[in-house]
């Protein structure tokens, strides 16, 4: 089983207007209604590949409970912990000529709350995949990421985590399974700027020796780089064409890793449904169907180099 872990879920409820005014009433022309969160995210395409999943995470007010129907409307099992107090976040996403994004706080977790979750955490089993996605909130502790691992770590669960700063850093003696900083954030780990594919995979390498099994690297508009838990070195570009969205690409590209090493333990395969997701959710308003991924996956290659 799979299980994705989002702290802080949200509805986005994104409003478009044809020129932003701050001198009288703004009227949309649409809007629209989606469900976010890194570790979400990766549920969606995970269940669109077929692959069981289930949503962990917490849900409060009524805000949590429309959360929870649009997610099990499109076939996401979740297990959300109710809170008592506050309500699941709403962010305001305004496009007009240009973008204007307010992201809320969100609702407060109590220490009651946080052990409800842990334990669930305790029912992973070995050979579980868990998949720790994005920041952690202020209501939350800041090590929330360490004491999960280290619950899971003796048991044999895959663990997969796509942060970043000190929160991966600090993980890494956990030796999670798979983790995917971009290029930038790499460069940022270790204070230097990235340019060439060789730095890419000099300092992938010192994530390695740090703890990381694997390490894919997102590189945008030039593809992605895996650095696997041998020292192989594996590449992939992009499909052109002009995108459409960028939110959800890389939560694509890790539940494409994720569901591609799980039905063929091969890591070239891996990346390259990886990448496939990336790229199909680069071309949608939304997250990829399976459709437009199965379509990428037959325009991509992946490189291979010892």
């Given amino acids: 089983m799979i299980y994705t872990v989002t702290f802080n879920p949200a509805l986005d409820y994104v409003m478009k207007v044809e020129k932003l005014r701050f001198d009288d009433i703004n009227r949309t022309c ?56 506050g309500s699941t976040r709403i962010n305001v996403k305004i496009k007009a000529e240009t973008e204007l994004d307010i992201n809320a706080a969100g609702p407060p977790v109590s220490k009651e709350d946080i052990d409800k979750l842990f334990n669930q955490i305790d029912c992973v ?42 929160l991966l850093l600090n993980v890494l003696k956990f030796h999670p399974f798979l983790i995917k900083p971009n290029n930038f954030e790499l460069g940022d780990l270790f204070g230097v700027k990235i340019e060439t594919e060789d730095e890419i995979v000099e300092y992938a390498k010192k994530l390695q020796e740090m703890g990381a099994v694997n390490v894919l690297v997102s590189r945008g508009k030039d593809g992605a780089i895996l650095i696997d838990e041998k020292g192989k070195k594996y590449s992939v570009g992009i499909i052109p064409g002009k995108p459409l969205n960028s939110v959800g690409c890389g939560d694509s590209m890790v539940a494409g890793f994720v569901a591609g090493y799980m039905e063929k333990q091969d890591y070239s395969y891996a990346l390259r449904l990886g990448a496939a997701c990336s790229n199909a959710t680069a071309f949608c308003y939304s997250l990829a169907e399976k459709s437009g991924i199965m379509n990428a996956f037959e325009k991509l290659e992946v490189i291979g180099q010892n």
């Fill in 30 to 85: 649409g809007e629209e209604l989606h469900y976010g969160g890194k570790g979400i995210n990766v549920s969606v395409i995970l269940s669109r590949l077929g692959i069981e999943n289930r949503a962990l995470g917490f849900k409060a007010g009524f805000t949590g409970i429309k959360l929870q129907q649009m997610l099990e409307q499109d076939g996401i099992k979740t297990d959300f912990i109710d809170l008592k107090n």
């Fill in 125 to 166: 089993r070995s050979g579980d995949t868990i998949i720790l996605a994005g920041s952690v909130p202020g209501a939350l502790p800041s090590d929330i990421y360490e004491k999960i691992l280290e619950k899971t770590s003796a048991k044999g669960v895959y663990a997969v985590v796509d942060s970043t700063g000190e």
